[in-house]
Structures are given as C-alpha cells and as structure tokens.
C-alpha cells in the first residue's frame, strides 16, 4: 500500500480551520473552492465531488474525530482498490495551524495520480483557509 502525505502551514487560528474540513458536505465552498466545483449527497449520504479538471469521486465519512480535530474518509470506486485518508489540525500558536493530510492507496501505482492532486487541493485549500482565491493554474491543473 502507497501511502501519500502532504503537510502544510495555515495563516489561520486551527479552530477556524478545524470548523471549515469538519463541514464534509461544504468542502467545495469552505475548504478546496476551485479546486473543487460540486459537491452533491447521494442517498446513502456519500459525498460526489467534482474536480476542476472533470474527474468525479465517491467520498464517504468514516468519522470525525473532534478532540483531535481529525476527520477520516474513504473513497469508492474508481480505479484504486483502496483508497482511505485522513486530515487532521494541528494548533501552531496563535493564528497558525498546522495541516495533514494522508491518502493510504492500492494499488501502490496510484499513488503517482494521488500524490499530484493532493498537493494541488493543498494549494486550493490554504488559499482558502487564508481567505486567499486558489491560484488559477491549481484549479485548472486539478
């Protein structure tokens, strides 16, 4: 199993940053805007997200870790056999916060398609956490 993980600094207090990736049905508007362009609720409560470059996914919660600021998801279908990740929020002092977030993938290859978007959606996403417009060449690059 592949494992992609991508860090970053947030110019922003970690509970505004927690409140914003707890919100998974919003994560078009609140946290990955162009990077993201929908998101919609199927019947059984997963999320489909559609990408700036077209591609669709099937997310679905696992859970919300609220002392530690920690959600986990997983995506289905697709091309990956597995797919699950987390993102978490670190306090970095006042008005920082620390970012992970972490995609295990099978089959292991994926990881060379996993690990672009991810770094993408990070842009997309402190842009946003800093009430910064994404860059135009991350959403469309997504």
């Not at 993938?105 to 990881?111: F, G, K, N, T, Y």
């Amino acid at each position: 199993m592949a494992t992609v993980y991508k860090e970053f600094i947030v110019e922003a207090d970690a509970a505004q940053v927690w409140d914003a990736l707890r919100d998974f049905n919003a994560v078009h508007t609140r946290l990955a805007p162009g990077f993201l362009t929908a998101c919609t609720i199927d019947a059984e409560g997963a999320r489909i997200l559609t990408f700036a470059n077209g591609m669709v996914a099937r997310e679905v919660l696992v859970g919300i870790d609220e002392a530690h600021r920690r959600l986990a998801y997983t995506v289905t279908g697709g091309q990956a056999k597995h797919h699950h990740a987390t993102a978490q929020v670190f306090d970095e002092g006042e008005g920082r916060s620390r970012f992970v977030w972490i995609s295990d993938v099978l089959p292991d290859a994926m990881a060379a398609y996993i690990g672009p978007m991810m770094e993408r959606g990070g842009v997309a996403m402190k842009a946003a956490l800093e009430g910064r417009p994404a860059p135009a060449a991350t959403a469309a690059a997504a």
